[in-house]
């Protein structure tokens, strides 16, 4: 292939793929970043997963670290959760398969039964849980 072939090739390819990861982008809907600390009775929850479902059925997700703080990514690596009202579940996440009569620390309430629910907005990027047992 001749130089300016080549360089017609690169620059082709290059456009297309810039175009599609523009199209990607604008299928995104509005997000607002969101992070956080998940205590449960005071005590930060360590290894759980965090998911936020918009209205839509849109999904976010994150995992809380060592001092029980989470960041949520959507899809595609952006980061946050879809603006609006949201419904939020926090589950411990299993290193393997459960015991027999494994229950989850975190009570049902706040993940299969779920009442948390949280207003995304464009300018509130933090939400914190403090979580209760009883």
């Known amino acids: 292939m001749t ?3 080549r360089l017609l090739l690169v620059c082709t390819l290059f456009g297309l793929g810039a175009w599609g990861c523009a199209k990607s982008a604008s299928d995104l809907p509005n997000l607002s ?21 918009s209205a839509n059925g849109q999904v976010a997700f994150g995992n809380t670290d060592s001092e029980g703080r989470y960041e949520l990514i959507f899809r595609d690596g952006a980061k946050g959760a879809e603006v609006g009202p949201n419904t939020v579940r926090i589950e411990t996440v299993l290193e393997g398969p ?23 907005t464009p300018d509130a990027h933090t939400h914190d849980f403090a979580l209760e047992s009883k």
């Open 3 to 5: 130089g300016p072939i």
């Open 33 to 53: 970043e969101m992070s956080g600390a998940v205590t449960l009775d005071g005590k930060p929850v360590t290894n759980a997963a965090v998911s936020f479902e």
């Open 98 to 120: 459960p015991a027999p009569n494994y229950r989850d620390p975190i009570p049902a309430k706040y993940n299969k039964a779920s009442t948390l629910t949280v207003e995304v």
